[in-house]
């Protein structure tokens, strides 16, 4: 591999602690050599990186007037600058008083506890991708399995925010004293943590989770977020799950738009999920357009909080843990679905929501019957 003649010349500035750092994201082609690139990366002022070997890219980290020249190398598929993507749910309730061995109305709704005797998604890989766990909770901790802090990895993925929790508890919580039960019940939960407690995360942090996901062999992973700007190096990671049999299901978005869905429930390898409410109908903050497979219960769902407490929320990031969930039932039972007929199961045995001529609300009960004829 043949690098530039300046390779070897020592940087063309002096590095200023105090200049903003800027994240970039590149994707390098298969047949570089990854300790070449790293060394490239530090002659371009590069002063951080990660490489993240399942999705062939690498994260560096420049000081704000670092060379162009890194543009123009032969290794580099392309580049993408690295941009926030923040977690916004259009309601969120007070802490709610205990309600005791009562199933939530949304697993109730989808019809999962109908089929419990057969399946609770028993050891089924769970990732989500969120603000942690708090895996101390009693609805939680007997299925938490640990998993990856991607902000601090030397600390745990705990959840000082709690909208990981909340999901968390709507996939496989397991407490009725709290009136906490998930979709699967006995489903092995994992955080990987690339949200901050302000519900705040970077593009690059994304992928790395993904990475992650890739690399300890999750069977299903929990995305409740979206951002409104397309990515090249999100999609790439995504098809690159996808190709590892890892079902990804997505959040729709929460603007109220009628005709266009968030990214990544937008990409085609995702299951994008949308949001219905207590009477069935899709609520009025689901957002619904072209890449849209079905919808599930979204508005006011009661789930696990911080301080072993619960709340009710709102928005589709609510809705996809309830078809996650429903996911682990069925991979429980047939290990060996892929993402594709995993998709067109849950689509075939929807819920027809009364307005909406080509979409379902997911049915956890249908699904489990076809695969357990």
């Given amino acids: 591999m043949k690098m530039p003649e300046w390779f070897n010349s020592p940087p063309p500035y002096r590095h200023d602690p105090r200049q903003q750092r ?13 300790r070449t690139l790293m060394r490239y990366f ?5 002063r951080s990186f990660r490489f993240l070997p399942y999705l062939h890219m690498v994260i560096g980290e420049f000081v704000h007037d670092h060379p162009r020249e890194s543009e123009h190398y032969l290794g580099l598929e392309y580049i993408e600058p690295d941009i926030k993507v923040t977690i916004t749910d259009p309601y969120v309730g007070a802490v709610v008083s205990e309600q005791p061995y ?3 109305w949304g697993v109730r709704q989808i019809e999962a506890n109908r089929v419990w005797r057969i399946s609770r998604g028993r050891a089924v ?8 766990i708090a895996h101390d909770h009693p609805a939680i901790r007997d299925n938490y399995q640990g998993g990856s802090n991607i902000l601090s990895p030397i600390f745990s993925p705990y959840d000082y925010n709690g ?7 709507t996939i496989a919580g397991r407490s009725n004293e709290l009136g906490v039960l998930g979709v699967a019940p006995r489903a092995h939960l994992y955080a990987v943590k690339a949200f901050n407690r302000k519900g705040s995360a970077n593009l690059s942090d994304l992928l790395s989770a993904i990475n992650w996901c890739i690399e300890n062999q999750m069977q299903v992973v929990n995305m409740s977020f979206g951002m409104d700007k397309a990515s090249e190096a999100l999609r790439h990671a995504i098809q690159m799950a996808h190709r590892r049999g890892i079902v990804m299901v997505a959040a729709a978005g929460n603007q109220g738009n009628r005709s266009m869905i968030d990214y990544p429930a937008r ?10 409410g207590k009477n069935g109908q899709l609520a009025s903050f689901s957002n619904l357009g072209e890449g849209t497979d079905l919808a599930a219960p979204g508005d006011k769902i ?3 909080w911080l301080n072993n407490s619960t709340r009710e929320m709102s928005g589709t990031s609510m809705s996809v843990p309830h078809v996650t969930g429903t996911v682990a039932l069925m991979l429980y039972l047939r290990s060996e679905l892929t993402p594709e007929q995993m998709r067109k199961i849950l689509i075939q045995t929807c819920e027809p929501i009364s307005g909406t001529e080509l979409l379902g609300m997911v049915n956890a009960y249908r699904c489990v019957r076809v695969l357990a004829r």
């Fill in 22 to 34: 800027v994240r970039k994201i590149f994707y390098v082609r298969k047949w570089s050599d990854p």
């Fill in 42 to 46: 530090r002659q371009m002022g590069c």
């Fill in 102 to 104: 009562t199933v939530p």
């Fill in 125 to 132: 890989r769970v990732a989500v991708i969120d603000t942690g």
């Fill in 163 to 169: 909208h990981g929790t909340h999901v968390a508890g």
């Fill in 267 to 276: 990409y085609p390898e995702t299951i994008a999920v949308t949001a219905t």
């Fill in 302 to 304: 009661r789930s696990a």
